[in-house]
């Protein structure tokens, strides 16, 4: 039995990131002068030790101690390798912390160069812990089950092969809602609206929001629309019994092939995710650094150009409208001087 009295983080690593390696030295080396055991996967052991890494003194995650011995899990990688996090403590209400090492990072609460300080928020237990929505599937052949599963992100039943639609009977809580062909369908999570649901033309869902998102994948409809629907209800997709049957996906990280006439339920989990946050700002202002969005508004913009108070120069249609109104309101001063038209034209006092 493991020693309750230590304090163990897992460190989950990208395996194939070059740019890993320091940083899991790094953390390492951290943790070990804290006090704290690091903690790595089975599968993590071997690929440090070709890097060189010391991980003699590490305990592995199910032979030297379980999910509930764990404090908190620590991700040294992107997304991807946060979702894995996930899924090894799925069941033990670990929380998750995450320093990307990626691309965009939507789930990484640190970037790279902050890796120093995200370990000493570890060490003095110096963050918060929030609950994120995950999505619990079903799928079922007439009255036997399949399998069941979980994903963070989304759900997906999509075609097996690419050159040929499947077609979908769509229904929510048990009321029938459309059918069409399609390449495939999405069920996702206010988190995962900024993943693959956001490249297919969801909306961006705040992530405190529980709410499930429908997005049909390149569907043949005229009414296709991606929708967002209460948490509590259900969304059923039923296979029709001509196609060559399916594959979904969670998370884009484990798949099953779905058979003809396949019915597949994706709800709300009763078991949400556990994100460990080091700062409570603005979900707007992590949108505008993720995406690099242009977010100066136009006041800021020509203040920053020509001083405070100026207004920015029109373009376009909006200085067509401008020289419109210019105009207009010359010919109105010139009216009222009894100089205009309507002084001494046409339709004016003799």
Avoid at 213 to 235: G, K, M, Y
Wanted: hydrophobic fraction near 40%; include cysteine.
């Amino acid at each position: 039995m493991a020693d309750e009295t230590r304090r163990r983080v897992l460190l989950v690593v990208h395996p194939r990131r070059e740019v890993a390696l320091k940083s899991t030295m790094i953390t390492l080396r951290l943790l070990r002068e804290a006090g704290l055991v690091p903690v790595l996967a089975p599968d993590g052991v071997e690929p440090l030790r070709q890097w060189g890494v010391d991980v003699d003194d590490a305990e592995v995650l199910g032979v030297d101690c379980t999910g509930p011995d764990l404090e908190i899990v620590m991700v040294l990688g992107g997304d991807g390798t946060i979702l894995r996090a996930a899924e090894l403590v799925r069941f033990d209400a670990t929380p998750i912390i995450g320093v990307n090492l990626g691309h965009v990072g939507f789930l990484a609460e640190s970037e790279r160069d902050d890796l120093v300080q995200a370990v000493s928020h570890v060490v003095r237990r110096a963050y918060e812990v929030e609950r994120r929505m995950a999505l619990t599937v079903r799928v079922s052949d007439g009255d036997r089950l399949l399998f069941q599963d979980w994903a963070l992100n989304e759900v997906t039943i999509e075609k097996p092969r690419s050159n040929k639609m499947i077609t979908v009977d769509v229904s929510i809580n048990g009321r029938p809602f459309t059918a069409f062909g399609c390449d495939g369908v999405m069920v996702s999570t206010p988190t995962g609206s900024t993943a693959y649901a956001f490249s297919a033309g969801g909306p961006i869902v705040w992530p405190n929001l529980e709410a499930l998102l429908f997005v049909p994948l390149n569907a043949h409809a005229l009414f296709a629309r991606p929708l967002v629907i209460a948490p509590h209800l259900t969304v059923d997709v039923q296979l029709s019994d001509d196609a060559d049957g399916a594959v979904t996906w969670c998370d884009g990280r484990r798949s099953q092939a779905l058979p003809p006439g396949a019915r597949v339920q994706v709800s709300r989990s009763a078991i949400p995710v556990r994100l460990a946050r080091l700062r409570t700002g603005s979900f707007v202002d992590r949108l505008v650094n993720k995406f690099e969005l242009p977010s100066l508004s136009w006041q800021q913009g020509a203040e920053q150009r020509h001083g405070p108070g100026a207004q920015p120069a029109p373009t376009g249609r909006d200085a067509l409208a401008a020289e419109t109104i210019a105009q207009r309101e010359a010919d109105a001063h010139t009216a009222q001087d009894g100089r205009g038209p309507s002084a001494g034209g046409e339709g004016g006092p003799a």
